[in-house]
């Protein structure tokens, strides 16, 4: 579960990680000046509340310097579409917006910690240059990056922070001062393992003109799998597209893509092939689908009813490999849902395994528009086929 | 020969009471497998149809002389239960349990650690994954037993073995095998999330040490590094054949595609055409599609 930078930055807040003096979150038609106040003095600074990288370049950032300029500055970003380098031509709604006070700086550094799959371990990644792209730079020079691990069990270690200090130029005289940055990387670490993240990013991370560590921005992601050690940050969820949630909720892994083929199939891996096949047909998948190994006539009725949510499909391909589940049982459940739904589009179906003949006649049998194929190949080709309306060539 | 598992396996299923352990407890005994006890706190004294259960894994090790266990509790106690078996003893755990937090793995992971430091390798299978399988003698998992096929009808040797990230595209590529007559020493599962037991590269180990593993086949997908890891350890120490296919070749990245660890993370090295690149480069034969997985391993055996 991604978070909006403001869920972000009040989760740091409670590990006393310092981050700039805000007003909160206005979504609509609030009063400004009761969060400008919150703020405290001029000059503050409005923010976009998207998760998308490069929000700054795209406008979603405005610096303003009094009420007026902040009221525009609210009424300007919310409803709009940001379109920034990540998000694509169709850009991303904005529903909220920060408020928040500027902060001097003299420096701007990066911090992250993520986990580093290779090694099984959560890593602390420090460089001394904030507003870097990470990847560039582990290409470019990879010896500019500090890189720690952090013992899921105790955490960030004082000596492992206290050389991240000297790395990054942050060791001062003052050892008070010292003893307050160790505590900031510390508190990070702590925060990621207590939280459950996947990811928590502060960039940029900046050194104030009183010298203190500050989260100018800050991401975090959570581990879906965690929530349940977690009930208080559930309310927080607000990423994916509304199709995605309802999916989510019903237990189905959903995906929407830009392609007119909708997907139905058992199983994560299966389903990316099964996409993987129809763009090899020369066709485009509308989404990935995968409808768990259980599936049952609700779920499989959820599916369609999700897929043809999506207006750009002309036709759907199920794709099922019973295992456990018996075809039999999967036609049925296919043969109601078609009737559920009144389906418009074509539909073809592959079934294989635990009674795939069984399930095969009784689809023949419904009398449904439903095409039913037996081989993987042909009934991907079939699918695009019905979606471009003229039969398409062989692959080999 | 097979690896980590043959017919004389002994295995008990921890969290045997639910509905998803007891169902599969009684396909595996069907299948085959040497099935000798079960465990649920509370429920010890009771039975299974004829299989006993006990409130420990201690319990159920001593009484039983278990080796292996298959794991089906749900995930927020999932992995505590891998750390019981691993601490009583239990060699081979194959975790099915879909779900567990990362950092619960990662703090599992570390204990496996200490534990193979005293008494040796611990082969955790998973999680998140539909077990293994040596066709005809032991099944510990979700598969259905019935798509697989031991023998091949080539020669007398000409078997794969096969590991896979997936659950359905293993049986996909299985019964694409099986139809081709082209048996099958182990398949193994090990899983979909982004932390795991055991890897590619030490299955992939396992089975270049296997006399009767002609030739791997590996099914992999896009997120992290682990297929190239393997097709390094190919290129570097291996004699037999390795085959690959990888999945999500149309995953858009940032995406988490059903599976925990499916996602393309770390920029364009994680995506699929990347790994195939790497993997071609390595020497692996890659299958071009999903439905082309079978008839690349034949060829591979038919040039051999």
Same mark, same amino acid.
């Given at each position: 579960?991604?978070l909006?930078?403001?869920?972000?930055?009040?989760?740091?807040?409670?590990?006393?990680i310092?981050?700039?003096?805000?007003?909160?979150?206005?979504?609509?038609?609030?009063?400004?000046?009761?969060?400008?106040?919150?703020?405290?003095?001029?000059?503050? /600074?409005?923010?976009?509340?998207?998760?998308?990288?490069?929000?700054?370049?795209?406008?979603?950032?405005?610096? /303003?310097?009094?009420?007026?300029?902040?009221?525009?500055?609210?009424?300007?970003?919310?409803g709009?579409?940001?379109?920034?380098?990540?998000?694509?031509?169709?850009?991303?709604?904005?529903?909220?917006?920060?408020?928040e006070?500027?902060v001097?700086?003299?420096?701007?550094?990066?911090?992250?910690?993520? #986990?580093?799959?290779?090694k099984?371990m959560?890593?602390?990644?420090?460089?001394?240059?904030?507003?870097?792209?990470?990847?560039?730079?582990?290409?470019?020079?990879?010896?500019?990056?500090?890189?720690?691990?952090?013992?899921?069990?105790?955490?960030?270690?004082?000596?492992? +922070?206290?050389?991240?200090?000297?790395?990054?130029?942050?060791?001062?005289?003052?050892?008070?001062?010292?003893?307050?940055?160790?505590?900031?990387?510390?508190?990070?670490?702590?925060?990621?393992?207590?939280?459950?993240?996947?990811?928590l990013?502060i960039?940029?991370?900046?050194?104030?003109?009183?010298?203190?560590?500050?989260?100018?921005? +800050?991401?975090?992601?959570?581990?879906?799998? +965690?929530?349940f050690r977690?009930?208080?940050?559930?309310?927080?969820?607000?990423?994916?597209?509304?199709l995605?949630?309802?999916?989510?909720?019903?237990?189905?892994?959903?995906?929407?893509?830009k392609?007119? #083929?909708?997907c139905l199939?058992?199983?994560?891996?299966?389903?990316?092939?099964?996409?993987?096949?129809?763009?090899?047909?020369?066709?485009?998948?509308?989404?990935?689908?995968?409808?768990?190994?259980?599936?049952?006539? +609700?779920q499989?009725?959820?599916?369609?009813?999700?897929?043809?949510s999506?207006?750009?499909?002309?036709? #759907?391909?199920?794709?099922?490999?019973?295992?456990?589940?018996?075809?039999?049982?999967?036609?049925?459940? #296919?043969?109601?849902?078609?009737?559920?739904?009144?389906?418009?589009?074509?539909?073809?179906?592959?079934?294989?395994?635990?009674?795939?003949?069984?399930?095969?006649?009784?689809?023949?049998?419904?009398?449904?528009?439903?095409?039913?194929?037996?081989?993987?190949?042909?009934?991907?080709?079939?699918?695009?086929?019905?979606?471009?309306?003229?039969?398409?060539?062989?692959?080999? | 020969?097979?690896?980590?598992?043959?017919?004389?396996?002994?295995?008990?299923?921890?969290?045997?009471?639910?509905?998803?352990?007891?169902?599969?407890?009684?396909?595996?005994k $069907?299948?085959?497998?040497?099935?000798?006890?079960?465990?649920? =706190?509370?429920?010890?004294?009771?039975?299974?149809?004829?299989?006993?259960?006990?409130?420990?894994?201690?319990?159920?090790?001593?009484?039983?002389?278990?080796?292996?266990?298959?794991?089906?509790?749900?995930? =927020?106690?999932?992995?505590?239960?891998?750390?019981?078996?691993?601490?009583t *003893?239990?060699?081979?755990?194959?975790?099915?349990?879909?779900?567990?937090?990362?950092?619960?793995?990662i703090?599992?992971?570390?204990?496996?650690?200490?534990?193979?430091l005293?008494?040796?390798?611990?082969?955790?299978?998973g999680?998140?994954?539909?077990?293994?399988?040596?066709?005809?003698?032991?099944?510990?998992?979700?598969?259905?037993?019935?798509?697989?096929?031991?023998?091949?009808?080539?020669?007398?040797? !000409?078997?794969?073995?096969?590991?896979?990230?997936?659950?359905?595209?293993?049986?996909?590529?299985?019964?694409q095998?099986?139809?081709? $007559?082209?048996?099958?020493?182990t398949?193994?599962g090990?899983?979909?999330?982004?932390?795991?037991?055991?890897?590619?590269? $030490?299955i992939?180990?396992?089975?270049?040490?296997? =006399?009767?593993?002609?030739?791997?086949?590996?099914? !992999?997908?896009? !997120?992290?590094?682990?297929?190239?890891?393997?097709?390094?350890?190919?290129?570097?120490?291996?004699?037999?054949?390795?085959?690959?296919?990888?999945?999500?070749?149309?995953?858009?990245? !940032?995406?988490?595609? *059903?599976?925990a660890?499916?996602?393309?993370?770390?920029?364009?090295?994680?995506?699929?055409?990347?790994?195939?690149?790497?993997l071609?480069?390595? *020497?692996?034969?890659?299958?071009?599609? =999903?439905? $082309?997985?079978?008839?690349?391993?034949?060829?591979?055996?038919?040039?051999r």
């Amino acid at each position: 579960m991604k978070l909006e930078e403001f869920q972000a930055k009040e989760l740091l807040a409670r590990y006393q990680i310092p981050v700039p003096p805000n007003g909160g979150v206005l979504t609509q038609g609030e009063d400004i000046s009761n969060a400008l106040r919150r703020c405290g003095p001029a000059p503050w /600074v409005i923010k976009a509340q998207v998760q998308t990288g490069g929000r700054g370049k795209a406008g979603g950032i405005l610096l /303003v310097k009094t009420p007026a300029q902040a009221r525009e500055a609210v009424q300007s970003l919310l409803g709009k579409k940001l379109v920034t380098a990540q998000t694509g031509a169709e850009g991303i709604l904005v529903r909220r917006v920060l408020v928040e006070k500027t902060v001097e700086i003299k420096r701007e550094l990066y911090t992250s910690i993520a #986990i580093d799959r290779k090694k099984g371990m959560p890593i602390l990644i420090a460089i001394a240059k904030g507003g870097v792209e990470v990847e560039e730079l582990a290409q470019s020079s990879p010896e500019s990056i500090a890189k720690l691990e952090i013992d899921p069990m105790s955490g960030l270690e004082t000596y492992q +922070a206290r050389s991240l200090l000297f790395t990054l130029g942050l060791y001062s005289t003052d050892s008070k001062l010292n003893q307050e940055r160790i505590q900031f990387f510390k508190n990070c670490a702590q925060a990621f393992l207590n939280l459950d993240c996947s990811l928590l990013e502060i960039n940029p991370l900046a050194v104030t003109s009183e010298d203190q560590l500050i989260a100018l921005d +800050a991401k975090i992601i959570l581990d879906d799998n +965690a929530l349940f050690r977690h009930p208080e940050l559930k309310i927080m969820e607000s990423g994916g597209s509304a199709l995605e949630q309802q999916a989510k909720r019903a237990g189905i892994s959903y995906i929407a893509l830009k392609g007119n #083929i909708g997907c139905l199939v058992n199983g994560a891996g299966l389903a990316m092939a099964t996409m993987d096949l129809i763009k090899q047909c020369g066709g485009d998948p509308a989404n990935f689908l995968d409808v768990g190994g259980g599936a049952n006539l +609700a779920q499989v009725t959820k599916a369609f009813k999700i897929i043809l949510s999506d207006k750009n499909v002309k036709t #759907i391909l199920v794709n099922i490999f019973g295992g456990i589940m018996k075809c039999d049982l999967v036609a049925e459940g #296919i043969i109601a849902a078609v009737k559920e739904v009144n389906l418009t589009v074509p539909l073809v179906v592959r079934l294989e395994g635990n009674r795939a003949e069984e399930g095969l006649r009784l689809l023949t049998q419904s009398r449904l528009n439903i095409v039913s194929i037996k081989e993987l190949k042909d009934a991907a080709q079939k699918a695009v086929e019905l979606a471009c309306g003229v039969p398409t060539p062989t692959f080999s | 020969m097979s690896i980590l598992i043959d017919k004389n396996t002994r295995v008990i299923t921890q969290g045997i009471t639910g509905e998803a352990g007891s169902y599969h407890t009684g396909a595996c005994k $069907e299948y085959g497998t040497k099935i000798v006890g079960g465990v649920s =706190p509370g429920k010890g004294g009771t039975f299974l149809e004829d299989v006993p259960i006990f409130n420990t894994v201690r319990e159920a090790v001593q009484k039983t002389g278990a080796e292996a266990s298959m794991i089906y509790v749900p995930a =927020p106690f999932a992995a505590d239960a891998i750390l019981e078996a691993a601490f009583t *003893g239990v060699k081979v755990i194959v975790c099915i349990t879909e779900g567990i937090p990362v950092l619960d793995m990662i703090r599992v992971k570390e204990k496996l650690k200490q534990i193979e430091l005293n008494s040796g390798k611990v082969w955790l299978i998973g999680p998140n994954c539909p077990g293994i399988i040596t066709p005809e003698e032991c099944k510990i998992g979700i598969m259905p037993g019935s798509i697989h096929r031991r023998t091949s009808a080539l020669r007398t040797k !000409g078997q794969v073995g096969v590991v896979s990230r997936s659950g359905t595209l293993t049986y996909e590529a299985v019964w694409q095998l099986t139809q081709l $007559e082209i048996g099958q020493t182990t398949v193994v599962g090990i899983g979909g999330d982004p932390i795991l037991g055991s890897g590619f590269t $030490e299955i992939v180990e396992l089975f270049e040490k296997d =006399p009767e593993t002609e030739m791997v086949l590996l099914i !992999g997908e896009i !997120g992290g590094s682990q297929e190239e890891e393997a097709a390094l350890y190919f290129k570097e120490h291996m004699t037999k054949p390795l085959i690959s296919f990888i999945a999500g070749k149309t995953a858009p990245e !940032g995406k988490r595609m *059903g599976h925990a660890g499916a996602i393309i993370e770390g920029g364009s090295k994680e995506t699929a055409q990347s790994k195939i690149t790497f993997l071609k480069s390595m *020497g692996v034969h890659i299958a071009p599609s =999903p439905t $082309e997985i079978g008839v690349t391993v034949q060829k591979v055996l038919k040039s051999r």
